[in-house]
């Protein structure tokens, strides 16, 4: 089955330095990848995705992520953090089903990430 | 792109008193649907989807139900709600290139 892991619950890291949020994922296949940011009482909003191609991938606000396939991670990363990037982040796996455009999005549990100034 | 809305964005409702929830898509025609819950603030559990109107699939055994009454509006209800159906509920939409787009969502508190 296609999942995805998200070891930490919160990671806390000071504004200016950089930032990891951990992902792991088990599939069948080639992984589609993706990951979101949630604020407080909000819906989810898009970062990046991994669909093939160069195994760093770069997104929304400067946000970034390594797919490593020997070691089937996908972390988030940014150089330099902000305290406006504190949030829920999450990882997700496409799961495919037959054929044509009927995949579903499986999360991981999600992982808060503080950023102090 | 596609916009997804959602209403109402919060809702208190005594135990045992019907639900309904509605989503609506701009900007896009024919899109998978998908309703999700999170509960206490973490993890999202997929509740059901949609490959079209009338066509709904449940992924997990509850309380609740959808209807996709036309192309574009995807419904969540319950005849009688339970205590453990508060949570916060939000619907996605995936197009045909394949995006997903998520709306604001509702939070849903029974008491």
């Known amino acids: 089955a296609q999942s995805v892991a998200q070891p930490e619950d919160q990671v806390n890291v000071a504004e200016g330095n950089p930032l990891t949020v951990k992902c792991t994922y088990s599939?069948?296949?080639?992984?589609?990848l993706f990951w979101y940011v949630q604020y407080p009482n909000r819906g989810l909003q898009f970062l990046l995705k991994?669909?093939?191609?160069?195994?760093l991938v770069k997104g929304s606000y400067g946000f970034e992520a390594e797919f490593n396939k020997s070691q089937t991670s996908f972390h988030l990363k940014k150089p330099s953090a902000l305290v406006s990037d504190s949030a829920l982040y999450f990882c997700?796996?496409?799961?495919?089903?037959?054929?044509?455009?009927?995949?579903?999005?499986?999360f991981g549990q999600g992982t808060t990430l503080q950023v102090k100034p | 792109s596609q916009t997804i809305h959602q209403w109402p964005a919060t809702l208190v409702q005594p135990v045992g008193s019907p639900l309904s929830l509605e989503c609506t898509v701009e900007g896009t025609s024919n899109p998978n649907l998908y309703w999700y819950r999170q509960a206490a603030g973490r993890g999202l559990q997929l509740l059901f989807y949609?490959?079209?109107?009338?066509?709904i699939s449940s992924e997990v055994p509850q309380n609740l139900s959808a209807s996709r009454p036309q192309d574009r509006q995807f419904i969540l209800s319950s005849k009688k709600l339970l205590l453990s159906d508060s949570g916060f509920y939000l619907c996605?939409?995936?197009?045909?290139?394949?995006?997903?787009?998520f709306g604001s969502g509702t939070r849903l508190t029974v008491v």
């Open positions: 991994y669909i093939t191609g160069d195994n």
């Open positions: 599939v069948s296949g080639n992984p589609y």
């Open positions: 996605a939409a995936r197009s045909s290139l394949g995006g997903y787009t």
């Open positions: 997700a796996v496409l799961k495919t089903h037959g054929s044509g455009n009927t995949g579903k999005l499986i």
């Open positions: 949609s490959i079209g109107i009338d066509q």
